[in-house]
Every structure is written in C-alpha cells, then in structure tokens.
C-alpha cells in the first residue's frame, strides 16, 4: 500500500499544496459573495436626462415666480411662432 509520505515528498510541497488549496476556496468563496451581491442588489438604471425644451424653461420661470403669467403667454407664443425672419 502507497501513500503520499511514502513519495518522499518534502515539507515544501506540502506547504505549497496547502497554500494552494487555500487559495482555491477563498477565490471560490470570493466568486460566491460577489455573484449573491450583484443578484440581491437593487437594479439602478441610469438614465441620462435629457436637455430641458424652452417650453420646460419658461414653465420653471413662471413656477419660481421670475416671470409673470402675461410675459410666459408672450414668450410661449415667440417660441411657437418660429424664428424670426429678416426683411
């Protein structure tokens, strides 16, 4: 009957063995921890926020009160009328 003491293995390749062996469970635990975090996290979705329209603008002006009711129909009837033309 062989045994691994019986191949003359020297106490370097048994540390180097049990080194070896550590390694693989704490990258296997390592992987385990990170796979049940990434799959228990709460998804954030990232969205990127799109530039505000000049209707949006002047509906934030009048809501904080730096324009008044008559000069937001004004400027919303600009907006709407187009760009204005040279003669």
């Known amino acids: 009957m062989m045994f691994w ?3 003359n293995v020297s106490g370097w390749g048994w540390f180097a063995m049990s080194i070896g062996m550590v390694l693989f469970w704490a990258l296997i635990i390592t992987i385990a921890v990170l796979l049940f975090r990434a799959l228990t996290r709460p ?8 530039t505000p329209s000049p209707e949006d603008i002047l509906r934030e002006r009048l809501a904080r009160g730096e324009i ?8 919303l009837n600009a907006l709407h009328a187009g760009p204005l033309t040279k003669p």
């Not at 998804?43 to 799109?50: D, F, K, L, R």
């Not at 008044?68 to 400027?75: A, K, L, M, Q, V």
């Open 68 to 75: 008044d009711e008559d000069d937001y129909r004004r400027r």
């Open 43 to 50: 998804q954030e979705h990232t969205h990127i926020t799109a």
């Open 5 to 7: 003491y019986d191949h």
